[in-house]
């Protein structure tokens, strides 16, 4: 009696070397050809097995209520990743000086925020080393011991894939402050207009649990050359500066920061050195402290915490709890 043919083949003329047949593959078509009135089916499920090793499985939902802070860090494959981070590091509130008014607003409206209230996203704008960054995390660590707020940030780089992590924030019961830091953009990126979309204008727009702070050296997050030669270039220059500059008016709060003078400057080097127990005498203190300004051609809150850590080395101390 002779064997019924099957029609499953393992010739290789029928299965170039790109499309050619994965090791699980051969292995089902070969048991069906052995056997091939008994063993069909189960070459059907070995075939079936195989397809779905080979489609990704869904995403989980994360877990955003382990951690105060996480860090977004999009996977090439689509995949979302919340980096969960121990503590963030931080100077405390009352410990940023100089930025009085700065620190008053931004502090209330993110406990609004925090505690279910409307709140507007925030743009902190300004010169280097003036203490925006600083005063996002120490506001967070202010309020969230208490509110349970959650801090997320995200990297410029990856602002292309922000809708994505909107989507996982939205589903969860806390409230996020999203928070990116140096953010701009250049003449041939488009990515901001898909941030527009997001902040406010999109169908789904920014999710009620979350709001978006950034940092930026740039009032209009756009360097002003781009700006200037849009206007010239362009056949209708107010309409193109305004698309351009449409992206910080998403922002419903802007928070400059300026220059510190050399009062302020080095009040700060006081509270920190003196928060810290540093024992050397004020005026030798604050002379080292101008001289170190002079050097790096600034005075800030960022160079007088340098300048602070550079004399607790010298003193043999360690600044590892604030």
Not at 219 to 234: C, F, G, K, Q, V
Not at 243 to 261: C, M, P, Q, T
Not at 264 to 271: C, F, G, M
Request: some cysteine; proline content about 5%; charged content about 20%.
């Amino acid at each position: 009696m002779r064997s019924v043919p099957c029609f499953l083949s393992l010739d290789k003329r029928l299965y170039p070397r790109k499309n050619a047949p994965s090791i699980a593959t051969h292995q089902a078509i070969k048991l069906a050809n052995m056997n091939p009135q008994n063993s069909l089916q189960q070459a059907l499920e070995r075939l079936t097995e195989a397809i779905e090793r080979l489609a990704p499985r869904p995403a989980p939902a994360p877990d955003l209520s382990t951690h105060a802070a996480y860090i977004w860090q999009p996977e090439p494959n689509g995949m979302a990743h919340f980096a969960a981070v121990e503590t963030v590091k931080h100077i405390p509130l009352h410990l940023l000086l100089g930025i009085d008014q700065q620190k008053a607003r931004l502090l209330a409206n993110t406990r609004q925020f925090a505690h279910g209230f409307a709140a507007n996203n925030a743009l902190l704008w300004g010169a280097r080393g003036t203490g925006k960054s600083a005063l996002i995390k120490a506001v967070h660590g202010e309020l969230a011991p208490a509110t349970g707020l959650k801090l997320i940030e995200i990297l410029r780089g990856d602002i292309a894939t922000l809708p994505a992590c909107l989507s996982y924030c939205r589903t969860q019961n806390s409230r996020f402050l999203l928070f990116c830091d140096d953010l701009s953009f250049e003449a041939d990126e488009s990515a901001y207009k898909s941030l527009k979309a997001v902040l406010e204008g999109g169908l789904e727009g920014r999710p009620d649990n979350v709001l978006f702070y950034a940092t930026s050296n740039r009032r209009h997050l756009m360097p002003r050359d781009m700006i200037e030669n849009e206007r010239s270039t362009a056949i209708q220059p107010a309409e193109v500066v305004e698309e351009k500059v449409s992206l910080s008016d998403r922002f419903g709060l802007w928070i400059g920061f300026h220059a510190l003078s050399q009062a302020d400057y080095l009040a700060i080097v006081e509270a920190y050195a003196n928060h810290f127990a540093l024992d050397i005498a004020p005026e030798i203190r604050d002379a080292e402290a101008i001289a170190w300004a002079a050097t790096r051609g600034a005075r800030s809150g960022r160079v007088a915490w340098q300048y602070i850590q550079d004399l607790a080395g010298r003193l043999g101390r360690s600044l590892d709890t604030l």
